[in-house]
């Protein structure tokens, strides 16, 4: 458990080591020197680890380890690479903390930076497709019936609406596979329709086929449309 002390101090020296790295330079410095350690041995660690489940628990439990450096290198960095940062935006992703991660992600996205070299793709599809992953898991979740559970799998989609329109927007005018962006409308798509913004799940969904055709949503996209008809009827009836 790191003290609010250290955090703190790691916070402060972050901040000033990445407010005077070069931007077109790797980021150096102490406080980096020492996280790039810390990550190495936290990889290591995984790299013993054969369950993907028992790696992605170990993964939110070293998270916070990292907490204060990354606060300190978005609230004064300049856009220096950082392979510290990346990777633990990356984790962020892949233990569920969406807003964790997107904060790092509309930092790397405005300043450019590459994933690391053991990475294949590019930052932005990484980030869309594994948003986009993560939210459609949650939909497809199993939930009570009742009104309660109702209540909460409307609560959760709405929250994931929040964070999949805003990876959306920092993505938009970044060059990745259709299929990537496909799945990303899909994801928002579906989270509009738990949270009965059907007019918005259908053009999303509509959007998505028209990126890839076999990202299976023509069905839902024909019981949208039934449902909107429905609903249109009803209303005209009501106002007769």
């Known amino acids: 458990m790191i ?7 790691q916070r402060t020296f972050a901040a000033q080591a990445a407010g005077v790295a070069n931007p077109r330079a790797a980021q150096g410095g102490e406080q980096y020197e020492l996280m790039a350690a810390a990550l190495w041995e936290a990889r ?3 790299k013993g680890i054969k369950s993907v489940e028992a790696k992605v628990a170990k993964k939110r439990e070293m998270l916070p380890e990292f907490e204060a450096y990354v606060a300190g290198v978005i609230e004064g960095g300049k856009g220096a690479q950082d392979d510290v940062l990346m990777t ?4 962020r992703l892949d233990v569920g903390e969406l807003e964790g991660g997107l904060e790092v992600a509309e930092y ?3 300043h450019a930076l590459d994933t690391p070299d053991r990475f294949e793709r590019d930052t932005a599809s990484i980030v869309a497709e594994q948003v986009a992953e993560e939210a459609l898991a949650r939909l497809e979740a199993p939930h ?3 009104a309660e559970g109702e209540a909460r799998a409307a609560a959760e989609a709405a929250d994931l609406v929040m964070h999949l329109s805003r990876a959306e927007a920092l993505t938009r005018d970044a060059d990745m596979h259709d299929q990537i962006r496909a799945k990303l409308h ?3 798509g579906y989270a509009h329709r738990g949270s009965r ?3 918005e799940a259908l053009e999303c969904l509509r959007r998505a086929l028209q990126l890839n055709d ?5 069905k839902d996209i024909e019981k949208l449309e039934r449902e909107l008809k429905q609903q249109q009827n009803e209303g005209d009836q009501a106002n007769a």
């Open 214 to 218: 076999r990202v299976g949503v023509k």
């Open 88 to 91: 633990i935006m990356l984790w």
């Open 144 to 146: 009570t019936d009742d």
């Open 197 to 199: 913004n059907l007019s």
């Open 44 to 46: 290591r660690t995984l």
């Open 108 to 110: 790397a996205l405005h």
């Open 186 to 188: 899909k994801a928002l």
């Open 3 to 9: 003290s609010p002390a250290r955090k703190h101090f």
